[in-house]
C-alpha cells in the first residue's frame, strides 16, 4: 500500500461524456502528479501541482484539466470524452526527496 | 521536456538467466529514477541515482549512472518469476518516464 488513494478504481462512460477522477495523496506529500497510461504504452506525464500550484505541464489535452485543493488532494477532469481517452490513470505524490508513489490507478473506458 | 530511450522493449529471458535494460538520454542529467510495474499493478519507486559513476546494488539488481550522467542501467542476476514486469527509467522534473522494458521470464 503506497498510502495513495485513487477513486473510482473503474469507470465506463460514453463519448462526448466528463468525468472526475480522485487521488489523496500520502501524509505529508505537497507533489502530485498526473499519468496517463494506454494499452502496452508507457507513462505519459500530465501534470505536477505543488502545495496547490501548478508546478509543471506535460502532455495533457486542453479537454482535460487538474486542481489540487487546500487539503492537498486532486482532481483531474476529463471532459468531450473520446474513444482514444480510454486508458489507466494514475495519481502519485512525492515527498521533498523526488520519488514518486503511485496510487493503484483509475481505469477509464470510454464506449 | 527531455526525452529519454529505453531498451530493449521487450525481453525475454529464461528463467535464472540475467536481465539489463537501459536508459540512455541526448542530455545530461540531473538524476535518473528507476521503477518497476508488475503486469496490473502500479509502477513502484525502486531507487534514485543522482551521482556520476554512481552503482547501487539491491540484492539481485545493480543500478549504474554513466560517467558523463546521461544513462543508466538497471541489471538482474539470475532472473526469478517474481522479477516479472515492465522496468522503467524515469528523469527531470514532471519525471519524464522511458517506455520501459517489458521482462518476461520462462520457467
Known amino acids: 500500500d503506497s498510502g495513495v488513494t485513487q477513486t473510482p478504481k473503474h469507470l465506463i462512460t460514453a463519448t462526448g461524456q466528463r468525468v472526475t477522477l480522485r487521488c489523496s495523496p500520502r501524509?505529508?506529500?505537497?507533489?502530485v502528479y498526473w499519468y496517463q497510461q494506454s494499452l502496452d504504452q508507457g507513462l505519459q506525464f500530465l501534470i505536477q501541482?505543488?502545495?496547490?500550484?501548478?508546478?509543471a505541464k506535460g502532455n495533457i489535452l486542453e479537454r482535460f484539466s487538474a486542481q489540487q485543493f487546500p487539503d492537498l488532494h486532486s482532481e483531474l477532469n476529463l471532459s468531450s470524452l473520446e474513444l482514444g481517452d480510454s486508458a489507466l490513470y494514475f495519481c502519485a505524490s512525492s515527498p521533498n526527496t523526488g520519488e514518486l508513489f503511485f496510487g493503484e490507478g483509475s481505469r477509464l473506458t470510454v464506449l | 521536456g527531455q526525452q529519454v530511450m529505453q531498451i530493449p522493449q521487450y525481453q525475454h529471458v529464461q528463467e535464472g538467466e540475467d536481465f539489463t535494460t537501459y536508459c540512455n538520454s541526448s542530455t545530461t542529467l540531473s538524476n535518473i529514477q528507476w521503477y518497476k510495474q508488475r503486469p496490473g499493478g502500479h509502477p513502484v519507486f525502486l531507487i534514485q541515482?543522482?551521482?556520476?559513476?554512481e552503482v547501487k546494488k539491491q540484492k539481485r539488481l545493480t543500478f549504474q549512472f554513466g560517467e558523463a550522467k546521461k544513462n543508466s542501467s538497471l541489471h538482474i542476476t539470475a532472473t526469478q518469476t517474481t522479477d516479472v514486469g515492465t522496468y522503467f527509467c524515469?528523469?527531470?522534473?514532471?519525471?519524464?518516464f522511458g517506455k520501459g522494458t517489458h521482462l518476461i521470464i520462462q520457467p
Open positions: 501541482y505543488y502545495n496547490g500550484e501548478e508546478r
Open positions: 501524509s505529508g506529500d505537497l507533489s
Open positions: 541515482l543522482v551521482k556520476s559513476g
Open positions: 524515469a528523469v527531470s522534473v514532471g519525471l519524464t
